[in-house]
């Protein structure tokens, strides 16, 4: 265990270094930021002297070993359009993409797992049918399409929901439900294939065969063994929740990371970028390796592998 | 339709459940005929998505982007079927040819993706070791990073133009082919054929062209045929944003982003080009699945 830990963790780190070299490496070709931060009348020298003041005229290498040394001690550059370091500008704003995206990804087990479960049990009865439907759809369209779709039906025809904005749950029903159906149909899709072949097995036909309830075959037997892959999956699905968290930000106006990072692009403000882009990545491999981890722990078969 | 006996079938189902044998065989039979009534509705969309498509220049009735503010925010009549937007434009004429832009866009990084994945699958597959590790190594990082926010970054540092987005999307997706594709190659290369063809001193090259890349063909058809429905979100979720494709041309997904202010007056300048990319996205995956189940029957009963 001690062995794939150390493996594991070590590979983690390689992964999240290549991450920042690979945005570092992108950030420096989005553009020159003194053109922002000096007015149009600026000479050209004066536009160069900025520029060795911030290191800008270094080599890439050596300006990528500066970034690194400054990661290490929490310091990700100045935010020129904040006057804050990036660092507490992506913090701030954190909070309410955790609240969205870890409320979508609960809706999408919630809903995915169960109905997965139930449709397995019962191919081709009705609640596999409306789950194959609910899966399908979920799959078929971008998650802000689904946010105006309830916008124009919840706000402007019902009047029941605030098309906008960030506060109390009723602000979180439109955008979390929009952004969790894409995960619940992935989840529901697995669930339901990984129950299936589970329902076949040897050890559940033993159980039948010994006459424990069925509901206990279900539940007891099959599920615990069909959740292993859900849970690698689900811990997956934070990663393109995250990415989706952009678009739904966008359409509701919240205020969290998604929306920051584009308008950080639109302003060329790449210290912003380059902190949320590597905190979304170091949060979603440090997910990653926990599950592992977790995995490793359940099931032994894992890491003796 | 082709009749393999699925691996739940009827007789093992008895072992379980007490006797619903007889409605169960009922509901397949049903389950049956809608499957291939699915694929039907589904391959007649995509004929229409397509051929509009392609043919957009004879199909579309308007100039796309002929302005005429008279005209503006017209709800849906017989002259304009999907209503006129803020500018007068037809949307109709607009989802045909930002169709063809999106479909472009996707089949181009989808072709790309496939190939440079499936390349490097099969390389990593078959040499294994220091290579293997390599490319799936790279292909963690791309899987750590969000596709949608590497898409943004990548987008905003090149600027959106068609090769510029072609190129994002197909970076951000070469990555689920390599996996899938390597994972065959790695099971394919230590079966008899493969080792004959070995001892009859064939070159890697040729081994991996003529039987391992056969082999894996079926598997590249189904993830891509699953891919496009992907990549065709990913590109609307970017022109959404704004770094996608840029005004005044039309893809649906800035046509979707234009109607977002006039949701309340005019709903069906967002929604006519949703429902576009959700016909198409809804009937790829459908027929992807079908793909699928044929050449992996016994995984056929999954949805």
Sequence with gaps: ?305 | MLEAPSPDGPVLRRTGAKDRTLATSAAQRSSRWLTSLQVWVAVILLVIVFGSALLAAFVAPYDPNEIGLDKALQAPSVQHWFGTDQLGRDVLSRVIWGGQVSLLIAACAVALAGAFGTLLGLVAGYFGGAVDRAVMWIADVQFSLPAVILALVLVGAVGPSFANIVIVLTLANWARFARVIRSEALSLKSRDFVLLAKLGGASPLRIIAHHILPNVLGTFIVLATLDVGLIIILEATLSFLGLGVQPPDPSWGTMIADGRGYLERAWWISVCPGLALMATVLSGNLLGDTLRDRLNPIQRRRW
């Design chain 1, 1 to 305: 265990m001690l062995r794939y830990l150390t493996i594991r963790i070590a590979q983690s780190i390689v992964t999240v270094l290549l991450v920042t070299m690979i945005i570092f490496v992108i950030i420096r070709l989005i553009g020159d930021p003194t053109h922002l931060m000096l007015p149009p009348e600026a000479t050209e020298a004066d536009r160069e002297l900025l520029r060795q003041q911030m290191g800008l005229s270094d080599p890439v290498v050596v300006q990528y070993w500066r970034y690194l040394l400054q990661l290490l001690h929490g310091d990700m550059g100045m935010s020129y359009r904040f006057s804050l370091p990036a660092l507490d500008v992506v913090l701030g704003r954190i909070g309410p993409t955790l609240l969205l995206t870890c409320t979508s990804l609960a809706i999408g087990i919630l809903v995915g797992v169960p109905l997965g479960v139930a449709s397995a049990v019962r191919p081709d009865g009705w609640i596999d049918f409306l789950a194959k439907g609910i899966a399908l759809f979920g799959q078929a369209a971008p998650p802000f399409f689904f946010g105006l779709i309830f916008v124009l039906v919840f706000s402007v025809q019902l009047g029941w929901l605030p098309t906008s904005g960030y506060g109390g749950p009723q602000y979180l029903i439109m955008p979390s439900i929009a952004l969790g159906w894409y995960s619940a149909a992935g989840l529901m899709r697995l669930t339901r294939s990984n129950m299936m072949e589970v329902l076949t097995s040897e050890y559940v036909k033993m159980a039948r065969i010994k006459g424990v309830p069925e509901r206990a075959v279900v539940y007891k037997h099959a599920l615990k063994n069909a959740a292993l892959p859900v849970l690698t999956f689900a811990s997956l699905q934070f990663g393109i929740l995250m990415g989706g968290a952009v678009s739904i930000e966008s359409v509701f106006a919240w205020p969290g990371m998604g929306k920051l990072i584009l308008d950080s692009i639109a302003n060329l403000d790449y210290a912003v970028v380059q902190a949320a882009v590597t905190l979304s990545a170091l949060m979603f491999t440090a997910i990653n390796l926990t599950v592992d981890l977790l995995y490793a722990y359940i099931d032994p078969r894992i890491r003796y592998a």
